[in-house]
């Protein structure tokens, strides 16, 4: 038997697979498919204060090895997801981890308060929005923005908080410092990279907002080197993401450092996707006679 236990800011995971905020909902349309609790943990849809749309269509396209989103953190709000979701994704057995996004300090201050009291077992700060009060900047792309949002609401939060890093940056790295140094618990990345398709008939963007994130298998090599960069420069857990398809995947990212890894866009065209990593895992330790998962962690050889 393999141990698949991870444990993450005193939080133990039945396996290191996490579906990833945004592609997984709260659960529920899965679990019509297989028992999410099954999971090592599911990250919540962004939340914010208020309920919003999201942005106008079209927000989805397909590209060679990935996918471009534009939503816009389309969700509920957090007090519909505290009474109507939160009760569902915490009978799942999975850790339950709240996804919160916010436009300036004050929401993400508050949106962390109010989720601090409530049943969820951590809690993802998403640094990769817009920061209004900054003119459209995002905190989370430079070291001293995200010393300062970490720190904040660091003050107010009573749950182990990780926070989700952008890509889109100089150095990764200098950014993990700067949120450990700040009072993170962990950090999760990558975010998904800036990019844009055009349809040349169209002479246009093909996403109605121009630009948007690239995810799935066409960011893994980012998203590997950033891993491992952060491993080396934080003592933090790191949990790592994009284009994780396989269980093979989930054990290069381990090697470069990853405690956990979050599955997301292999979710949208396979609802079973994260399950089958997850049994993928099992089997490839197994057949490498690897008892344990955490044996795994920071492994990768360099010589």
Same mark, same amino acid.
């Given at each position: ?134 003119? *459209?900047? &995002?905190?989370?792309? %430079? /070291?001293?923005?995200?010393?300062? !949002?970490?720190?904040?609401?660091? =003050?107010? $939060? ?105 599955? *997301?866009? &292999?979710?949208?065209? %396979? /609802?079973?996707?994260?399950?089958? !990593?997850?049994?993928?895992?099992? =089997?490839? $330790? ?18």
């Amino acid at each position: 038997m393999v141990n698949t236990k991870v444990n993450i800011a005193g939080v133990e995971f039945k396996n290191p697979i996490i579906a990833a905020s945004g592609t997984f909902g709260f659960g529920r349309e899965y679990n019509e498919f297989y028992d999410v609790g099954k999971l090592g943990g599911i990250s919540s849809k962004g939340l914010t204060l208020l309920p919003r749309q999201g942005n106008a269509p079209v927000r989805i396209a397909e590209t060679p090895s990935g996918m471009l989103n534009s939503v816009g953190l389309q969700n509920p709000g957090v007090e519909y997801f505290i009474q109507n979701e939160l009760p569902f994704m915490k009978s799942t057995g999975a850790v339950v981890i709240a996804n919160a996004a916010g436009a300036c300090e004050d929401d993400y201050v508050e949106i962390v308060r109010v989720l601090s009291d409530t049943d969820v077992d951590m809690i993802e700060l998403n640094i990769s929005c817009p920061n209004v009060k900054k003119g *459209g900047m &995002a905190f989370g792309v %430079d /070291p001293d923005g995200v010393a300062h !949002i970490v720190k904040v609401v660091r =003050k107010v $939060c009573k749950k182990p908080l990780i926070v989700k890093l952008t890509p889109n940056v100089a150095d990764i790295a200098q950014n993990a410092l700067a949120a450990e140094r700040a009072g993170a618990d962990a950090v999760s990345l990558i975010n998904t990279v800036a990019a844009m398709a055009v349809d040349f008939k169209k002479r246009k963007p093909v996403l109605a907002a121009v630009t948007g994130g690239l995810s799935g298998a066409a960011v893994k090599p980012i998203a590997l080197r950033m891993v491992y960069e952060c491993r080396k420069a934080i003592k933090i857990p790191v949990i790592g993401m994009g284009g994780i398809m396989t269980g093979t995947d989930v054990g290069e990212f381990m090697l470069c450092g990853a405690t956990a890894v979050q599955v *997301g866009t &292999a979710n949208i065209f %396979d /609802p079973f996707a994260a399950l089958t !990593i997850a049994n993928e895992l099992t =089997k490839l $330790c197994e057949s490498d006679n690897i008892n344990d998962v955490q044996t795994l962690i920071g492994g990768l050889s360099v010589d």
